[in-house]
């Protein structure tokens, strides 16, 4: 069966700096994507970056980038220029392509931005 | 991608009714997904639905629980008798542009007293 570790349930970061959230994940799949979730308090699930283990290029979008080790089953998240708005719980979550393709979420990153 | 909603955005119930919870409106689309979440706990797949069937569904999808596409556009999730421990949010997902990515409806927060 698939795990998906978050081994840091809190982080806090400075505005305007930068952190990165870890993430590990177990699997004998060759074929899989691997994604963050950002959920805000309102609790909605907002979809930040996602990555194809077969891609060695690391996955960017604006502000959040990636950091993935296909070998040792690492995902990790970067956060530049921290805004208090990035303030949320951080899930890292895995599919297998296929015809189920659930999603297995980690138990998530609490981020906290001080101003 | 467009939106997926969900309603009612908050359902209080009683233990022992049956609820349903709805995505709407959600058309062309042929892979859903129901996800629950315990608060303070992490998302835990419940079911896949696939061309108006069940794809796969977790030990969690016991037999209170099923799912339709009643009309060919809302997907609808049903708790025949709930329990104190359904209470959670619980999140309709679709599939993007590409299957491999799903896209999360705001939730409904279910309160079972």
């Known amino acids: 069966a698939q795990t998906v570790t978050q081994s840091q349930p809190e982080m806090s970061v400075q505005e305007a700096e930068t952190v990165t959230l870890s993430c590990t994940y177990d699997?004998?799949?060759?074929?899989?994507?691997l994604f963050w979730y950002k959920q805000p308090p309102s609790r909605q699930m907002i979809l930040v970056i996602r990555?194809?283990?077969?891609?060695?290029q690391n996955a960017t979008e604006n502000r959040f980038s990636v950091n993935f080790q296909k070998a040792a089953k690492s995902f990790s998240l970067k956060i530049s220029d921290s805004q208090l708005g990035d303030a949320a719980m951080y899930f890292c979550?895995?599919?297998?392509?296929?015809?189920?393709?659930?999603?297995?979420f980690g138990s998530g990153t609490q981020l906290t931005v001080l101003p | 991608e467009p939106e997926v909603t969900q309603t009612p955005s908050h359902q209080v119930t009683q233990m022992g009714q049956e609820v349903i919870l709805r995505c709407v409106p959600i058309?062309?689309?042929?892979?859903f997904y129901w996800y629950r979440q315990i608060l303070g706990q992490k998302v835990e797949f419940l079911v896949s639905?696939?061309?108006?069937?069940?794809?796969?569904k977790s030990e969690i999808f016991d037999d209170q629980f099923s799912v339709e596409r009643p009309d060919g556009s809302n997907f609808t999730l049903k708790i025949r008798s709930t329990k104190l421990e359904d209470s959670a949010m619980y999140f309709c997902?679709?599939?993007?542009?590409?299957?491999?990515?799903?896209?999360f409806g705001p939730g409904t927060r279910l309160t079972v007293l």
């Open positions: 639905f696939y061309n108006n069937e069940i794809s796969e």
């Open positions: 058309s062309n689309h042929l892979y």
């Open positions: 997902a679709k599939t993007g542009s590409s299957y491999n990515e799903q896209f």
């Open positions: 979550a895995y599919l297998v392509p296929g015809s189920a393709r659930q999603l297995t």
């Open positions: 699997t004998s799949e060759s074929d899989y994507y």
């Open positions: 990555q194809e283990a077969y891609k060695q």
